[in-house]
């Protein structure tokens, strides 16, 4: 089956923000476990060199991969997909639907049946979604986009790399994320199963409490590496007075 513009461009973004949550994540989880587990945090400590140029590696990816996402001047960026969904709306009506349907194996007969009740995009519906994607490019340009360019792209004296970090937002951060996520999946749906496409911010929860099979990438390599760093930083077992 012939792969459409619009769903080579889906499978892009999708890639992109899940690379990035994942790093994030990671980040967060050695953070709060460095910062709740002083066994953990005091082997670390000997071999800080390594663990301080991994932690800043992980953050550094994350806010490289979110530039690219937001960024206008990117290859592939959000702007694009939203384009590529405006150029291409044809896709998203339900005679596209059932050809896709049929090409994945599905008998005329079945595919009638599966689309009858399908949603088919509207203009309306591409600008309801440009203004949402223009909110939270928003708050990545106030407070993040500074992030990328002055503590990562380039180097800077200690005072501007520290007021650039002191707009950040964990809470915040994990907002954008559930939102792309959201956003992700909101497109998956409506271009495979005809669905609505209605954003819902995914919330994460830390530490992950559900099946493994239910978590978000980035609760799943939180878990993950609170793991891993518990197995390469075992407690310290000589006496201490």
């Known amino acids: 089956m012939q792969v459409s513009d619009f769903q080579q461009e889906l499978e892009v973004f999708g890639a992109e923000e899940e690379a990035a949550q994942q790093a994030f994540f990671a980040y967060l989880s050695v953070r709060n476990l460095a910062a709740s587990d002083q066994d953990v945090l005091t082997n670390m400590q000997s071999n800080a060199l390594f663990w301080r140029t991994t932690h800043h590696s992980l953050l550094m990816s994350a806010f490289v991969t979110l530039g690219r ?3 206008q001047n990117s290859d592939h960026n959000i702007d694009r997909l939203l384009g590529k969904i405006s150029d291409n709306i044809g896709v998203f009506t339900k005679g596209a639907l059932r050809s896709r349907k049929i090409a994945a194996g599905l008998s005329h007969r079945d595919a009638d049946g599966y689309v009858q009740d399908a ?5 309306t519906d591409v600008r309801r979604l440009k203004r949402l994607v223009k909110k ?9 986009r500074d992030v990328r360019h002055k503590v990562f792209a380039h180097k800077n004296r200690r005072e501007v790399v ?3 970090l002191a707009q950040t937002n964990v809470d915040e951060i994990k907002d954008l994320f559930g939102f792309l996520a959201g956003l992700y999946e909101a497109l998956w749906q409506l271009y495979h199963n005809g669905r609505e496409p209605v954003v819902e911010v995914q919330r994460f929860v830390l530490p992950p409490n559900g099946a493994l099979t239910s978590m978000s990438p980035g609760e799943r390599i939180y878990l993950e590496a609170h793991e891993v ?3 390469v930083t075992p407690p310290d077992t000589d006496e201490r007075h």
């Open 69 to 71: 996402i937001f960024d």
């Open 136 to 144: 939270w490019r928003d708050v990545y340009e106030k407070r993040y």
């Open 119 to 123: 949603y088919e995009l509207s203009a």
């Open 229 to 231: 760093l518990r197995m």
């Open 162 to 164: 520290e007021a650039a």
